[in-house]
């Protein structure tokens, strides 16, 4: 058995061009320079996914062993639908070649992988839920939810310090598909979302834009970008007011790379939100980048 002491775990965030790494140590953090990316393509083949999958394994496992650890647990976090216990992807909108495949078994297989190892999937945005209440702004509360916003939309929360989940362990609430106006909540509240709040405003036909550089602008002090993002704070507030208040939530954070730009949609937000008497905190997730991790790691360590 792998004492704490000489203990690593291997943690790995699967996006859609990229895989990211890091190894902790037995004591539960990340250790410096531990950091690592493989290429891993979404439409790619069969080998060609499941090679990045090893490569990924060995770099961490290598890296573990140059300082005298032994690999004690793996954790990687997959986008759905996917069934997190069985270790397999039902996705058909990416990552198609490794439908129904067993990845528990491709982990475990690995030469630095021990018999018996643990590996956990989790899905990205309870992964990230959690790593906030394992050490960041959602530490101490009991009922808390996380929204992730980039390409898409997300949303994951905790119930009496309980992840909330469904059957395959995807988040049991989800509001990307909530209808609004002649659309979905995740039209408005999204990368294209806020592209296309900003073009309704300004009238800038540019279809290249970014979040990123409508940011820019807010943050310069134009007027068309800075109503885009208020915009957007207070749609989503409007469609997520009745699920906090009827989960209790008290603790509600923003995950994913607009939440970069948390300080330009927070005020229409918070306003949106005031009367909600069971929310005491609405702040971005301390770790945007590294939640995932810690979510995976206190569900090994």
């Not at 090893?54 to 004690?72: D, H, I, M, N, Q």
């Not at 491709?106 to 899905?123: E, N, Y």
């Not at 834009?209 to 989503?236: M, P, Y």
């Not at 008290?250 to 300080?263: D, R, Y």
Request: glycine share 12%; with cysteine.
């Amino acid at each position: 058995m792998v004492s704490r002491m000489n203990s690593s775990y291997l943690l790995m965030d699967v996006g859609g061009t990229f895989l990211k790494g890091f190894v902790a140590d037995g004591e539960g953090r990340l250790i410096d320079g531990s950091q690592f990316s493989v290429p891993m393509h979404s439409e790619g083949s069969c080998d060609e996914i499941l090679g990045s999958l090893v490569t990924a394994v060995t770099r961490g496992a290598c890296f573990s062993a140059e300082r005298g650890l032994s690999v004690a647990g793996v954790g990687v976090d997959f986008p759905g639908p996917f069934d997190y216990a069985k270790g397999m992807s039902y996705m058909t909108h990416k990552f198609q070649s490794i439908y129904g495949l067993d990845l528990i078994e491709v982990f475990s297989s690995h030469p630095a992988i021990l018999k018996g190892t643990p590996v956990r999937f989790m899905h990205d945005v309870n992964a990230a839920l959690l790593g906030e209440m394992y050490c960041g702004n959602a530490r101490g509360y009991r009922n808390a939810a996380l929204v992730t916003l980039g390409t898409g939309l997300g949303f994951a929360c905790c119930l009496d310090g309980n992840l909330q989940t469904n059957e395959f362990g995807s988040p049991r609430i989800s509001i990307f598909r909530t209808p609004f106006r002649e659309g979905i909540l995740e039209d408005y509240v999204s990368k294209r979302g806020i592209t296309r709040l900003y073009r309704e405003n300004s009238g800038d036909s540019d279809s290249e834009i970014t979040v990123k550089e409508i940011a820019e602008k807010a943050f310069s002090g134009d007027e068309h970008s800075k109503r885009a993002f208020e915009e957007a704070g207070r749609i989503l507030g409007e469609c997520i007011a009745p699920i906090i208040a009827e989960n209790n939530i008290e603790c509600l954070l923003f995950g994913g790379q607009i939440s970069k730009s948390f300080g330009l949609f927070a005020p229409s937000l918070r306003e949106t939100l005031k009367d909600l008497q069971c929310l005491r905190c609405i702040e971005p997730a301390k770790h945007l980048t590294e939640a995932p991790f810690y979510g995976l790691l206190s569900a090994l360590h």
